[in-house]
């Protein structure tokens, strides 16, 4: 059982450091600092580092050396998409299955939360929005569809943290496409409010690509892949 735990410690120690990029994207894993920082003996370590691998966070060399996966436009494009689709999916359940009082109990709240913070702290606003999220995932009777979107919203952390979470102008954005989604919802329109999240999610893809461009700026070849998956779109 301390085995077990060591290696749940290891794995949540690491996701600050990827996520924030405390450690870059293609740099090496410096396990001593983790196990100091952890606490933990190497075996417990190397799970924690195995599910991260696992999740595509962490990547093992030829030479055995594990590094942080880079961040890439593809990965990016890949991960939003299916996101789109699961989320679209999860709405269209809500709005279907779900009562007038559990939408209002589940999502009215949080709702609120929003639209305060839009005037106090955008910031604030976009960690609301975040909650909105999981709160519809939470309500959908499909447990496959929650339990993918959990596991995509995990990887899709680092992008986050570049790209939409970064630009003001993009959280007050997002900010009132969750209240529309929200109204479209509470009025039943089931179409409208999946074809709503779905843009959603597309204007927060094209948010973090073109962060990422200037992330990468002066690697030609991953800016023209990120005009690439633009141009598909547009």
């Not at 609120?112 to 005037?119: P, V």
């Not at 997002?174 to 779905?198: D, G, P, T, W």
């Amino acid at each position: 059982a301390r085995r077990v735990w060591g290696g749940v410690i290891a794995y949540l120690h690491l996701r600050p450091w990827m996520v924030e990029r405390i450690l870059a994207p293609g740099s090496s894993i410096p396990e001593k600092e983790l196990a100091a920082s952890v606490g933990v003996s190497r075996t417990p370590r190397r799970e924690g580092l195995k599910a991260r691998e696992t999740q595509g966070f962490v990547k093992k060399l030829a030479n055995g050396r594990l590094v942080v996966v880079p961040l890439s436009p593809r990965d990016l494009s890949d991960l939003y998409s299916v996101r789109a689709t699961i989320e679209r999916l999860i709405v269209k359940y809500v709005a279907s299955e779900s009562t007038d009082e559990e939408i209002r109990e589940s999502l009215a709240p949080i709702i609120s939360d929003i639209r305060n913070s839009l005037q106090s702290s955008p910031a604030r606003a976009s960690r609301h929005g975040e909650r909105f999220h999981y709160a519809m995932a939470e309500m959908c009777q499909n447990s496959v569809a929650r339990d993918f979107l959990c596991e995509l919203r995990e990887r899709i952390a680092r992008y986050r943290s570049i790209g939409p979470d970064n630009i003001p102008e993009r959280r007050d954005q997002a900010a009132q496409e969750h209240l529309k989604i929200y109204e479209l919802l509470a009025a039943r329109q089931v179409e409208e409010a999946a074809n709503a999240m779905e843009e959603h999610i597309d204007r927060s893809q094209e948010a973090a690509l073109r962060f990422l461009a200037g992330d990468l700026k002066g690697e030609i070849a991953e800016i023209a892949e990120i005009a690439e998956i633009l141009e598909y779109k547009d």
